[in-house]
Protein backbone atom coordinates (compact mmCIF):
# COMPACT_ATOMS: atom_id res chain seq x y z
CA UNK A 1 0.00 0.00 0.00
CA UNK A 2 2.99 2.45 0.10
CA UNK A 3 4.26 5.11 -0.61
CA UNK A 4 0.92 6.91 -1.73
CA UNK A 5 0.38 10.41 -2.31
CA UNK A 6 -3.19 12.44 -2.46
CA UNK A 7 -2.80 16.03 -4.34
CA UNK A 8 -5.91 18.39 -3.94
CA UNK A 9 -6.15 21.36 -6.11
CA UNK A 10 -9.24 23.05 -4.35
CA UNK A 11 -12.99 22.78 -3.24
CA UNK A 12 -15.90 24.80 -5.01
CA UNK A 13 -16.98 25.35 -8.35
CA UNK A 14 -14.48 25.20 -11.27
CA UNK A 15 -15.45 27.13 -14.47
CA UNK A 16 -16.23 24.35 -16.93
CA UNK A 17 -13.52 26.44 -18.94
CA UNK A 18 -11.06 25.67 -16.39
CA UNK A 19 -11.72 21.97 -15.28
CA UNK A 20 -9.25 20.18 -17.93
CA UNK A 21 -5.91 22.25 -16.33
CA UNK A 22 -7.51 21.76 -13.09
CA UNK A 23 -7.55 17.76 -13.56
CA UNK A 24 -4.23 17.91 -15.66
CA UNK A 25 -2.33 19.94 -12.96
CA UNK A 26 -3.17 17.62 -10.17
CA UNK A 27 -2.54 14.79 -11.87
CA UNK A 28 1.05 16.20 -12.99
CA UNK A 29 2.22 17.26 -9.04
CA UNK A 30 0.72 13.93 -8.08
CA UNK A 31 2.91 12.38 -10.55
CA UNK A 32 5.87 14.13 -9.46
CA UNK A 33 5.24 13.69 -5.45
CA UNK A 34 5.42 10.01 -6.53
CA UNK A 35 8.01 9.89 -8.32
CA UNK A 36 9.82 11.23 -5.43
CA UNK A 37 8.21 8.54 -3.18
CA UNK A 38 9.49 5.64 -5.67
CA UNK A 39 12.97 6.41 -5.66
CA UNK A 40 13.36 6.64 -2.16
CA UNK A 41 12.25 10.08 -1.17
CA UNK A 42 10.61 11.33 2.05
CA UNK A 43 6.86 12.21 2.31
CA UNK A 44 8.11 15.86 3.11
CA UNK A 45 9.88 15.85 0.02
CA UNK A 46 6.63 14.51 -1.75
CA UNK A 47 3.89 16.63 -0.44
CA UNK A 48 6.59 20.01 -0.84
CA UNK A 49 7.29 19.08 -4.19
CA UNK A 50 3.25 18.44 -5.41
CA UNK A 51 2.53 22.19 -3.98
CA UNK A 52 5.59 23.51 -5.36
CA UNK A 53 4.09 22.86 -8.52
CA UNK A 54 0.11 23.89 -7.99
CA UNK A 55 1.88 27.11 -6.44
CA UNK A 56 3.72 27.63 -9.85
CA UNK A 57 0.70 26.72 -12.24
CA UNK A 58 -1.24 29.68 -12.37
CA UNK A 59 -4.77 27.81 -12.37
CA UNK A 60 -4.96 27.34 -9.25
CA UNK A 61 -5.21 29.75 -5.91
CA UNK A 62 -1.42 29.89 -4.38
CA UNK A 63 1.65 31.07 -5.71
CA UNK A 64 1.51 32.22 -9.38
CA UNK A 65 -2.66 32.86 -9.70
CA UNK A 66 -3.70 33.65 -6.05
CA UNK A 67 -6.57 35.85 -5.36
CA UNK A 68 -6.37 39.15 -4.77
CA UNK A 69 -7.46 40.76 -1.48
CA UNK A 70 -9.35 43.78 -0.98
CA UNK A 71 -6.24 45.80 -1.84
CA UNK A 72 -5.26 44.43 -5.23
CA UNK A 73 -2.45 42.57 -4.07
CA UNK A 74 -1.58 39.12 -3.50
CA UNK A 75 -0.96 37.71 0.30
CA UNK A 76 -0.33 34.00 0.76
CA UNK A 77 -0.38 31.46 3.11
CA UNK A 78 1.19 27.69 3.75
CA UNK A 79 1.66 25.08 6.44
CA UNK A 80 3.90 21.99 6.45
CA UNK A 81 3.82 19.25 9.47
CA UNK A 82 6.12 16.49 9.73
CA UNK A 83 4.14 13.43 11.29
CA UNK A 84 7.40 11.59 12.96
CA UNK A 85 8.60 14.92 14.95
CA UNK A 86 4.98 16.24 14.95
CA UNK A 87 6.86 20.04 13.71
CA UNK A 88 5.78 22.24 11.66
CA UNK A 89 6.30 24.86 9.97
CA UNK A 90 4.00 27.82 8.46
CA UNK A 91 4.57 31.53 7.19
CA UNK A 92 1.35 33.42 6.84
CA UNK A 93 0.47 36.97 4.80
CA UNK A 94 3.87 36.63 2.99
CA UNK A 95 4.37 38.59 -0.19
CA UNK A 96 6.84 38.56 -3.12
CA UNK A 97 7.24 34.51 -3.18
CA UNK A 98 7.27 32.27 -5.62
CA UNK A 99 6.70 29.33 -3.25
CA UNK A 100 5.21 29.96 -0.17
CA UNK A 101 5.40 26.22 0.54
CA UNK A 102 9.31 26.41 0.37
CA UNK A 103 9.53 29.34 3.10
CA UNK A 104 7.39 27.05 5.38
CA UNK A 105 9.27 24.58 5.19
CA UNK A 106 12.88 26.53 6.15
CA UNK A 107 10.23 27.84 8.94
CA UNK A 108 10.54 24.62 10.34
CA UNK A 109 13.84 23.25 9.55
CA UNK A 110 16.11 26.60 10.41
CA UNK A 111 14.26 28.21 12.77
CA UNK A 112 12.61 27.22 16.72
CA UNK A 113 9.42 28.77 15.63
CA UNK A 114 6.40 26.89 13.85
CA UNK A 115 4.97 30.20 12.13
CA UNK A 116 6.18 33.73 10.44
CA UNK A 117 4.34 36.37 9.25
CA UNK A 118 3.82 39.07 7.42
CA UNK A 119 6.87 41.10 7.25
CA UNK A 120 8.89 39.13 9.68
CA UNK A 121 8.23 35.87 6.99
CA UNK A 122 9.80 38.04 4.20
CA UNK A 123 12.63 39.41 6.24
CA UNK A 124 13.73 35.43 6.97
CA UNK A 125 13.18 34.39 3.68
CA UNK A 126 15.38 37.33 2.38
CA UNK A 127 17.95 35.65 5.25
CA UNK A 128 17.30 32.57 3.94
CA UNK A 129 18.44 33.60 0.18
CA UNK A 130 15.06 32.93 -1.02
CA UNK A 131 14.39 36.22 -3.89
CA UNK A 132 11.81 38.34 -3.57
CA UNK A 133 10.19 38.90 -7.11
CA UNK A 134 7.75 41.14 -8.58
CA UNK A 135 4.31 41.09 -7.61
CA UNK A 136 2.87 41.53 -10.86
CA UNK A 137 4.70 38.07 -11.53
CA UNK A 138 2.07 36.12 -8.89
CA UNK A 139 -0.87 37.90 -10.58
CA UNK A 140 -2.41 36.35 -13.57
CA UNK A 141 -5.05 38.49 -16.11
CA UNK A 142 -8.16 36.23 -14.40
CA UNK A 143 -7.43 36.97 -10.98
CA UNK A 144 -7.21 40.81 -11.92
CA UNK A 145 -10.01 40.11 -13.37
CA UNK A 146 -11.89 38.54 -10.33
CA UNK A 147 -10.68 41.80 -8.09
CA UNK A 148 -12.04 44.17 -10.10
CA UNK A 149 -15.68 42.66 -10.84
CA UNK A 150 -16.07 42.77 -7.07
CA UNK A 151 -15.34 46.10 -6.91
CA UNK A 152 -18.48 46.97 -9.14
CA UNK A 153 -20.94 48.26 -7.26
CA UNK A 154 -23.79 45.19 -6.46
CA UNK A 155 -20.80 42.63 -6.94
CA UNK A 156 -21.10 39.94 -4.66
CA UNK A 157 -17.63 38.75 -3.65
CA UNK A 158 -18.85 36.04 -0.78
CA UNK A 159 -20.77 34.43 -3.89
CA UNK A 160 -18.26 34.47 -6.06
CA UNK A 161 -16.01 33.32 -3.79
CA UNK A 162 -17.76 30.18 -3.94
CA UNK A 163 -17.04 29.77 -7.58
CA UNK A 164 -13.22 29.10 -7.07
CA UNK A 165 -11.27 28.17 -3.75
CA UNK A 166 -7.99 26.93 -5.08
CA UNK A 167 -6.39 26.51 -2.04
CA UNK A 168 -3.73 23.60 -2.52
CA UNK A 169 -2.74 20.69 -1.03
CA UNK A 170 -0.91 17.13 -0.23
CA UNK A 171 -0.73 14.14 2.24
CA UNK A 172 1.54 11.33 1.88
CA UNK A 173 3.17 8.33 3.27
CA UNK A 174 6.60 7.08 2.41
CA UNK A 175 7.80 3.68 2.20
CA UNK A 176 9.37 3.96 5.94
CA UNK A 177 5.76 4.89 6.87
CA UNK A 178 6.88 9.09 7.59
CA UNK A 179 3.53 10.91 7.11
CA UNK A 180 3.81 15.00 6.02
CA UNK A 181 1.34 16.88 4.53
CA UNK A 182 1.28 20.57 2.96
CA UNK A 183 -1.14 22.73 2.12
CA UNK A 184 -0.58 26.75 0.33
CA UNK A 185 -3.22 29.28 -0.53
CA UNK A 186 -3.83 32.58 -1.80
CA UNK A 187 -7.03 33.07 0.33
CA UNK A 188 -9.62 34.07 -0.09
CA UNK A 189 -10.41 36.75 -2.84
CA UNK A 190 -10.89 40.92 -1.36
CA UNK A 191 -9.92 39.33 1.54
CA UNK A 192 -9.00 42.38 4.28
CA UNK A 193 -5.24 43.07 4.32
CA UNK A 194 -4.00 40.85 6.80
CA UNK A 195 -6.50 38.25 7.15
CA UNK A 196 -5.20 34.73 7.95
CA UNK A 197 -6.98 31.64 7.16
CA UNK A 198 -7.50 28.22 8.03
CA UNK A 199 -4.46 27.30 5.93
CA UNK A 200 -1.69 28.34 7.91
CA UNK A 201 -3.28 27.76 11.25
CA UNK A 202 -1.99 24.10 12.56
CA UNK A 203 -4.70 21.63 13.40
CA UNK A 204 -7.10 23.37 10.74
CA UNK A 205 -5.08 23.79 7.39
CA UNK A 206 -3.82 20.43 8.10
CA UNK A 207 -2.28 18.33 10.14
CA UNK A 208 0.14 14.96 10.21
CA UNK A 209 0.99 12.55 12.75
CA UNK A 210 3.14 9.15 11.88
CA UNK A 211 0.08 7.50 14.91
CA UNK A 212 -3.18 8.64 13.29
CA UNK A 213 -2.42 9.67 9.68
CA UNK A 214 -2.69 12.87 7.66
CA UNK A 215 -4.99 15.81 6.41
CA UNK A 216 -4.89 18.74 4.16
CA UNK A 217 -8.07 20.72 3.53
CA UNK A 218 -9.68 23.00 1.76
CA UNK A 219 -12.89 25.56 1.18
CA UNK A 220 -14.56 27.71 3.55
CA UNK A 221 -11.25 28.51 5.67
CA UNK A 222 -13.49 30.55 8.50
CA UNK A 223 -15.65 27.65 8.73
CA UNK A 224 -12.64 25.11 8.76
CA UNK A 225 -10.61 26.99 11.27
CA UNK A 226 -14.40 26.48 13.74
CA UNK A 227 -13.96 23.00 13.82
CA UNK A 228 -10.00 22.78 13.62
CA UNK A 229 -11.03 20.42 10.36
CA UNK A 230 -7.66 18.27 10.02
CA UNK A 231 -7.21 17.62 13.71
CA UNK A 232 -10.62 16.29 13.78
CA UNK A 233 -10.96 13.73 11.01
CA UNK A 234 -7.88 12.28 12.41
CA UNK A 235 -9.42 12.15 16.18
CA UNK A 236 -12.43 10.55 14.25
CA UNK A 237 -9.55 8.28 13.16
CA UNK A 238 -7.99 7.63 16.36
CA UNK A 239 -11.42 6.48 17.17
CA UNK A 240 -11.59 3.84 13.94
CA UNK A 241 -12.83 5.55 11.52
CA UNK A 242 -11.68 4.83 8.23
CA UNK A 243 -9.83 7.84 6.23
CA UNK A 244 -13.28 7.97 4.35
CA UNK A 245 -15.92 7.94 6.92
CA UNK A 246 -13.22 9.96 9.14
CA UNK A 247 -13.31 12.68 6.06
CA UNK A 248 -17.03 12.38 5.71
CA UNK A 249 -17.83 12.84 9.77
CA UNK A 250 -16.02 15.88 9.67
CA UNK A 251 -16.93 17.34 6.84
CA UNK A 252 -20.68 16.77 7.52
CA UNK A 253 -19.88 17.67 11.49
CA UNK A 254 -19.02 21.51 9.54
CA UNK A 255 -21.81 21.79 7.33
CA UNK A 256 -23.90 20.69 10.16
CA UNK A 257 -22.91 23.02 12.77
CA UNK A 258 -21.64 26.19 11.12
CA UNK A 259 -22.64 25.98 7.50
CA UNK A 260 -19.49 25.60 5.79
CA UNK A 261 -18.43 23.62 2.74
CA UNK A 262 -15.17 22.10 1.69
CA UNK A 263 -12.64 19.02 0.69
CA UNK A 264 -9.93 17.00 2.26
CA UNK A 265 -7.43 15.09 1.11
CA UNK A 266 -6.70 12.00 4.24
CA UNK A 267 -4.07 8.86 4.31
CA UNK A 268 -3.82 6.96 7.38
CA UNK A 269 -0.42 4.72 8.14
CA UNK A 270 -1.40 1.71 6.07
CA UNK A 271 -1.48 4.11 2.78
CA UNK A 272 -5.54 3.72 2.89
CA UNK A 273 -6.12 7.38 1.50
CA UNK A 274 -9.44 9.33 0.96
CA UNK A 275 -10.58 12.48 -1.28
CA UNK A 276 -13.74 13.51 0.09
CA UNK A 277 -15.40 16.91 -0.28
CA UNK A 278 -18.74 18.84 0.95
CA UNK A 279 -18.71 21.46 -2.09
CA UNK A 280 -19.92 20.58 -5.59
CA UNK A 281 -16.35 20.37 -6.95
CA UNK A 282 -13.01 19.67 -6.09
CA UNK A 283 -10.13 18.63 -7.99
CA UNK A 284 -8.06 15.84 -6.87
CA UNK A 285 -5.38 13.30 -7.90
CA UNK A 286 -3.71 10.36 -6.15
CA UNK A 287 -0.72 8.02 -7.01
CA UNK A 288 -0.33 4.53 -5.67
CA UNK A 289 0.78 1.05 -6.64
CA UNK A 290 1.96 2.67 -10.22
CA UNK A 291 -1.83 3.68 -10.69
CA UNK A 292 -3.12 7.45 -11.15
CA UNK A 293 -6.42 7.82 -9.60
CA UNK A 294 -8.45 11.64 -10.23
CA UNK A 295 -11.72 13.24 -10.23
CA UNK A 296 -13.59 16.41 -9.94
CA UNK A 297 -17.37 16.31 -9.26
CA UNK A 298 -18.70 13.61 -6.72
CA UNK A 299 -18.45 10.10 -7.28
CA UNK A 300 -16.10 10.68 -9.98
CA UNK A 301 -13.07 8.39 -9.82
CA UNK A 302 -11.18 8.00 -12.93
CA UNK A 303 -7.73 5.58 -12.84
CA UNK A 304 -5.11 5.18 -15.33
CA UNK A 305 -1.62 3.71 -15.06
CA UNK A 306 1.21 6.19 -13.69
CA UNK A 307 2.78 6.02 -17.17
CA UNK A 308 0.20 7.35 -19.08
CA UNK A 309 0.35 10.97 -19.99
CA UNK A 310 -3.37 12.06 -19.55
CA UNK B 1 -22.02 25.31 39.93
CA UNK B 2 -22.70 28.66 37.13
CA UNK B 3 -21.57 31.13 36.91
CA UNK B 4 -17.65 30.05 36.61
CA UNK B 5 -14.56 32.04 35.61
CA UNK B 6 -10.92 30.39 36.07
CA UNK B 7 -8.22 32.92 34.90
CA UNK B 8 -4.17 32.14 34.32
CA UNK B 9 -1.75 34.27 34.44
CA UNK B 10 0.94 31.96 32.64
CA UNK B 11 2.88 28.57 33.34
CA UNK B 12 6.78 28.70 33.90
CA UNK B 13 9.20 29.44 36.66
CA UNK B 14 7.73 32.55 38.94
CA UNK B 15 10.68 34.56 40.30
CA UNK B 16 10.26 34.70 43.94
CA UNK B 17 9.86 38.25 44.11
CA UNK B 18 7.17 38.39 41.75
CA UNK B 19 4.88 35.58 43.02
CA UNK B 20 2.88 37.61 45.10
CA UNK B 21 1.91 40.33 42.35
CA UNK B 22 1.05 37.92 39.73
CA UNK B 23 -1.34 36.05 42.43
CA UNK B 24 -2.98 38.99 43.34
CA UNK B 25 -3.19 40.03 39.50
CA UNK B 26 -5.25 36.51 38.44
CA UNK B 27 -6.94 37.29 41.59
CA UNK B 28 -8.20 40.88 40.63
CA UNK B 29 -8.72 39.61 37.42
CA UNK B 30 -10.79 36.81 38.31
CA UNK B 31 -12.98 38.67 40.62
CA UNK B 32 -13.88 41.73 38.24
CA UNK B 33 -15.16 38.70 35.52
CA UNK B 34 -17.11 37.06 38.37
CA UNK B 35 -18.57 40.23 39.15
CA UNK B 36 -20.08 40.57 35.39
CA UNK B 37 -21.31 36.90 35.31
CA UNK B 38 -22.59 37.43 38.35
CA UNK B 39 -24.46 40.82 37.33
CA UNK B 40 -26.10 38.57 33.97
CA UNK B 41 -23.06 39.51 31.83
CA UNK B 42 -22.01 36.95 29.22
CA UNK B 43 -18.80 34.49 29.56
CA UNK B 44 -17.47 36.66 26.61
CA UNK B 45 -17.73 40.04 28.57
CA UNK B 46 -16.27 37.99 31.90
CA UNK B 47 -13.23 36.55 29.78
CA UNK B 48 -12.51 39.93 28.10
CA UNK B 49 -12.82 41.60 31.28
CA UNK B 50 -10.18 39.40 33.09
CA UNK B 51 -7.54 39.53 30.01
CA UNK B 52 -7.86 42.50 29.74
CA UNK B 53 -7.02 43.45 33.50
CA UNK B 54 -3.82 40.89 32.93
CA UNK B 55 -2.78 42.91 29.81
CA UNK B 56 -2.82 46.20 31.93
CA UNK B 57 -0.85 44.71 34.88
CA UNK B 58 2.65 45.06 33.75
CA UNK B 59 3.27 41.82 36.11
CA UNK B 60 1.87 40.01 33.16
CA UNK B 61 3.80 39.13 29.41
CA UNK B 62 0.61 40.28 27.54
CA UNK B 63 -0.45 44.09 26.74
CA UNK B 64 2.15 46.25 29.12
CA UNK B 65 4.70 43.92 30.14
CA UNK B 66 5.15 42.12 27.15
CA UNK B 67 8.36 40.51 26.38
CA UNK B 68 10.71 42.01 23.49
CA UNK B 69 11.50 40.40 20.44
CA UNK B 70 15.06 39.87 18.91
CA UNK B 71 14.90 43.91 17.50
CA UNK B 72 13.41 44.92 21.08
CA UNK B 73 9.98 45.53 19.89
CA UNK B 74 6.42 44.31 21.10
CA UNK B 75 4.58 42.05 18.99
CA UNK B 76 1.69 40.32 20.66
CA UNK B 77 -1.08 37.89 19.94
CA UNK B 78 -4.27 37.54 20.71
CA UNK B 79 -7.50 34.91 20.92
CA UNK B 80 -11.54 34.63 21.98
CA UNK B 81 -13.67 32.24 20.94
CA UNK B 82 -17.72 31.87 21.74
CA UNK B 83 -18.80 28.34 22.33
CA UNK B 84 -22.54 29.22 21.15
CA UNK B 85 -21.32 29.72 17.04
CA UNK B 86 -17.88 28.48 17.53
CA UNK B 87 -16.97 31.95 16.27
CA UNK B 88 -13.31 33.06 16.96
CA UNK B 89 -11.40 36.14 16.91
CA UNK B 90 -7.31 37.03 16.51
CA UNK B 91 -4.63 39.33 16.00
CA UNK B 92 -0.78 38.13 15.39
CA UNK B 93 2.16 40.09 15.83
CA UNK B 94 0.08 43.13 16.00
CA UNK B 95 1.65 46.79 17.52
CA UNK B 96 0.87 49.45 19.69
CA UNK B 97 -2.05 48.61 20.88
CA UNK B 98 -2.49 49.03 24.49
CA UNK B 99 -5.64 45.91 24.88
CA UNK B 100 -4.94 42.95 21.76
CA UNK B 101 -7.70 41.22 23.70
CA UNK B 102 -10.22 43.97 23.04
CA UNK B 103 -9.15 43.64 19.31
CA UNK B 104 -9.05 40.16 18.73
CA UNK B 105 -13.12 40.69 19.37
CA UNK B 106 -13.54 43.41 17.15
CA UNK B 107 -12.04 40.74 14.26
CA UNK B 108 -14.60 38.46 15.64
CA UNK B 109 -17.67 40.88 15.42
CA UNK B 110 -16.93 43.08 12.70
CA UNK B 111 -15.30 41.07 10.21
CA UNK B 112 -16.12 37.87 8.28
CA UNK B 113 -12.66 36.58 9.49
CA UNK B 114 -11.26 34.50 12.00
CA UNK B 115 -7.74 36.81 12.19
CA UNK B 116 -5.69 39.50 10.71
CA UNK B 117 -1.96 39.72 11.09
CA UNK B 118 0.59 42.53 11.46
CA UNK B 119 0.07 45.74 9.84
CA UNK B 120 -3.13 44.19 8.31
CA UNK B 121 -4.44 44.10 12.45
CA UNK B 122 -3.10 47.83 13.04
CA UNK B 123 -4.98 48.97 10.14
CA UNK B 124 -8.25 47.39 10.84
CA UNK B 125 -7.56 48.73 14.21
CA UNK B 126 -7.20 52.60 13.18
CA UNK B 127 -10.46 51.75 10.85
CA UNK B 128 -12.69 50.65 14.51
CA UNK B 129 -11.13 53.37 16.01
CA UNK B 130 -9.00 51.60 18.36
CA UNK B 131 -6.05 54.40 19.31
CA UNK B 132 -2.69 53.58 18.73
CA UNK B 133 -0.07 53.89 21.54
CA UNK B 134 3.54 54.37 21.82
CA UNK B 135 5.52 51.07 21.78
CA UNK B 136 7.25 52.54 25.08
CA UNK B 137 3.97 52.71 27.14
CA UNK B 138 3.97 48.58 26.84
CA UNK B 139 7.82 47.80 27.47
CA UNK B 140 8.65 47.96 31.53
CA UNK B 141 12.10 48.26 32.87
CA UNK B 142 11.61 44.27 33.65
CA UNK B 143 11.30 43.37 30.21
CA UNK B 144 13.69 45.57 28.83
CA UNK B 145 16.25 44.45 31.28
CA UNK B 146 15.65 41.19 30.66
CA UNK B 147 16.04 41.41 26.66
CA UNK B 148 19.48 43.25 26.88
CA UNK B 149 20.57 39.96 29.25
CA UNK B 150 19.90 38.15 26.56
CA UNK B 151 22.28 39.65 23.73
CA UNK B 152 24.95 39.53 26.08
CA UNK B 153 27.12 36.96 25.00
CA UNK B 154 26.65 33.54 26.45
CA UNK B 155 23.49 34.32 27.47
CA UNK B 156 20.88 31.71 26.68
CA UNK B 157 17.92 33.01 25.97
CA UNK B 158 15.55 29.43 25.58
CA UNK B 159 16.95 28.89 29.21
CA UNK B 160 15.81 32.03 30.26
CA UNK B 161 12.40 32.16 28.82
CA UNK B 162 11.62 29.21 30.91
CA UNK B 163 11.97 31.62 34.01
CA UNK B 164 8.86 33.34 32.98
CA UNK B 165 6.06 32.35 30.26
CA UNK B 166 3.09 35.02 31.51
CA UNK B 167 1.14 34.46 28.69
CA UNK B 168 -2.69 34.90 30.41
CA UNK B 169 -5.92 33.65 29.48
CA UNK B 170 -9.04 32.86 30.77
CA UNK B 171 -12.28 30.62 30.39
CA UNK B 172 -16.01 31.12 31.73
CA UNK B 173 -19.65 29.62 31.60
CA UNK B 174 -22.16 32.19 32.32
CA UNK B 175 -25.71 31.35 33.69
CA UNK B 176 -27.27 30.77 30.38
CA UNK B 177 -24.68 28.37 30.08
CA UNK B 178 -22.71 29.49 27.10
CA UNK B 179 -18.92 29.30 27.32
CA UNK B 180 -16.28 31.68 26.14
CA UNK B 181 -12.47 31.22 26.14
CA UNK B 182 -9.33 34.08 25.61
CA UNK B 183 -5.53 34.24 25.74
CA UNK B 184 -3.09 36.81 25.22
CA UNK B 185 0.59 37.10 24.71
CA UNK B 186 4.00 39.28 24.33
CA UNK B 187 4.77 35.98 22.98
CA UNK B 188 8.40 33.93 23.76
CA UNK B 189 11.12 36.19 24.65
CA UNK B 190 13.70 37.32 21.76
CA UNK B 191 11.64 35.84 19.62
CA UNK B 192 11.94 36.35 15.81
CA UNK B 193 10.30 39.05 14.21
CA UNK B 194 7.06 38.00 12.90
CA UNK B 195 6.72 34.78 14.81
CA UNK B 196 3.13 33.39 15.45
CA UNK B 197 2.61 31.23 18.45
CA UNK B 198 0.11 29.21 20.06
CA UNK B 199 -2.24 31.99 21.47
CA UNK B 200 -3.48 33.54 18.44
CA UNK B 201 -3.74 29.65 17.09
CA UNK B 202 -7.56 28.20 17.21
CA UNK B 203 -7.24 24.94 19.24
CA UNK B 204 -3.43 25.46 20.35
CA UNK B 205 -3.66 28.67 22.54
CA UNK B 206 -7.76 27.94 23.30
CA UNK B 207 -10.80 26.48 22.19
CA UNK B 208 -14.40 27.33 23.52
CA UNK B 209 -17.48 24.96 22.38
CA UNK B 210 -21.03 24.97 24.93
CA UNK B 211 -20.94 21.20 24.05
CA UNK B 212 -18.18 20.27 25.39
CA UNK B 213 -16.33 22.56 27.47
CA UNK B 214 -13.36 25.70 26.80
CA UNK B 215 -9.45 25.63 27.41
CA UNK B 216 -7.12 28.35 27.50
CA UNK B 217 -3.18 26.94 27.41
CA UNK B 218 -0.17 28.56 28.43
CA UNK B 219 4.07 27.62 27.83
CA UNK B 220 6.04 26.65 25.47
CA UNK B 221 3.88 27.90 22.26
CA UNK B 222 5.54 25.36 19.85
CA UNK B 223 5.22 22.60 21.57
CA UNK B 224 1.43 23.24 22.60
CA UNK B 225 1.17 23.95 18.33
CA UNK B 226 2.47 19.93 17.74
CA UNK B 227 -0.42 18.75 19.91
CA UNK B 228 -3.19 21.40 19.87
CA UNK B 229 -3.77 21.39 23.11
CA UNK B 230 -6.72 23.14 23.63
CA UNK B 231 -8.58 21.21 21.06
CA UNK B 232 -7.18 17.65 22.69
CA UNK B 233 -8.26 18.22 25.64
CA UNK B 234 -11.89 19.09 24.81
CA UNK B 235 -11.34 15.84 22.95
CA UNK B 236 -10.39 13.55 25.52
CA UNK B 237 -13.83 15.36 27.01
CA UNK B 238 -15.90 14.29 24.57
CA UNK B 239 -14.58 10.76 25.15
CA UNK B 240 -15.95 11.28 29.05
CA UNK B 241 -13.14 12.59 31.01
CA UNK B 242 -13.42 14.94 33.67
CA UNK B 243 -11.75 18.32 33.31
CA UNK B 244 -8.87 17.37 35.64
CA UNK B 245 -8.43 14.54 34.03
CA UNK B 246 -8.31 14.96 30.49
CA UNK B 247 -6.34 18.65 31.18
CA UNK B 248 -3.81 15.91 32.62
CA UNK B 249 -3.84 13.72 29.73
CA UNK B 250 -3.37 16.40 27.17
CA UNK B 251 -0.43 18.33 29.21
CA UNK B 252 0.75 14.77 29.90
CA UNK B 253 1.09 13.92 26.15
CA UNK B 254 3.02 17.16 25.47
CA UNK B 255 5.76 16.06 27.77
CA UNK B 256 6.24 12.59 26.59
CA UNK B 257 5.00 13.07 22.94
CA UNK B 258 7.38 16.21 22.02
CA UNK B 259 9.18 17.16 25.24
CA UNK B 260 6.80 20.30 26.02
CA UNK B 261 5.63 21.68 29.36
CA UNK B 262 2.89 24.01 30.08
CA UNK B 263 -0.21 24.50 32.05
CA UNK B 264 -4.19 25.15 31.41
CA UNK B 265 -7.25 26.47 32.22
CA UNK B 266 -10.39 24.21 31.73
CA UNK B 267 -14.27 24.13 32.33
CA UNK B 268 -17.14 21.89 31.18
CA UNK B 269 -20.71 23.08 30.53
CA UNK B 270 -21.98 21.49 34.21
CA UNK B 271 -19.29 24.36 35.40
CA UNK B 272 -16.69 21.77 36.80
CA UNK B 273 -13.25 23.64 36.39
CA UNK B 274 -9.04 22.88 36.51
CA UNK B 275 -6.51 24.23 36.43
CA UNK B 276 -4.16 22.03 36.22
CA UNK B 277 0.44 22.17 34.85
CA UNK B 278 2.96 20.20 33.89
CA UNK B 279 5.64 23.43 34.12
CA UNK B 280 6.67 23.71 38.15
CA UNK B 281 4.33 26.99 38.39
CA UNK B 282 1.27 28.60 36.95
CA UNK B 283 -0.33 31.35 38.50
CA UNK B 284 -4.31 31.07 38.65
CA UNK B 285 -7.53 31.40 40.19
CA UNK B 286 -10.81 30.82 39.69
CA UNK B 287 -14.50 32.27 41.11
CA UNK B 288 -17.19 29.85 41.61
CA UNK B 289 -20.27 30.25 44.12
CA UNK B 290 -19.14 33.54 46.22
CA UNK B 291 -15.61 31.66 46.42
CA UNK B 292 -12.35 32.66 45.14
CA UNK B 293 -9.71 29.59 44.35
CA UNK B 294 -6.08 30.35 43.66
CA UNK B 295 -2.72 29.14 43.73
CA UNK B 296 0.89 29.23 42.20
CA UNK B 297 2.44 25.52 43.31
CA UNK B 298 1.18 22.37 42.20
CA UNK B 299 -1.05 20.90 44.52
CA UNK B 300 -1.56 24.52 46.05
CA UNK B 301 -5.34 25.72 46.32
CA UNK B 302 -6.01 28.42 49.07
CA UNK B 303 -9.76 29.63 48.69
CA UNK B 304 -11.08 32.44 50.39
CA UNK B 305 -14.51 34.31 49.89
CA UNK B 306 -15.12 36.25 46.81
CA UNK B 307 -15.18 39.50 49.29
CA UNK B 308 -12.09 39.59 50.95
CA UNK B 309 -9.58 41.79 49.65
CA UNK B 310 -6.46 39.61 49.12
Known sequence: MLPVVVVHGGAGIVPRE????STSGVCSAARAAYAILQGGGSSMDAVVEAVIQLEKNPTFNAGCGSVLNAKGDVEMDALVMDGKT???????????IANPIQLARLVMEETSHACLTAEGANQFAQAMGVPEIPQESLITEYSRMRWIKNL???A???ESQMGKMGTVGAVAVDSEGNISCATSTGGMLNKMEGRVGDTSCIGSGGYADNNLGAVSTTGAGEAIMKVTLARLILFHMERGQSVEAASDLGLAYMKSRVGGLGGVVTVDPQGHWAARFSSLQMVWAAAQKDTLHYGLYTGEHFTQSIDDQH
Chains 1, 2 share one sequence.
Open 86 to 96: LSSGAVSAVRY
Open 152 to 154: APG
Open 156 to 158: NPV
Open 18 to 21: RSEK
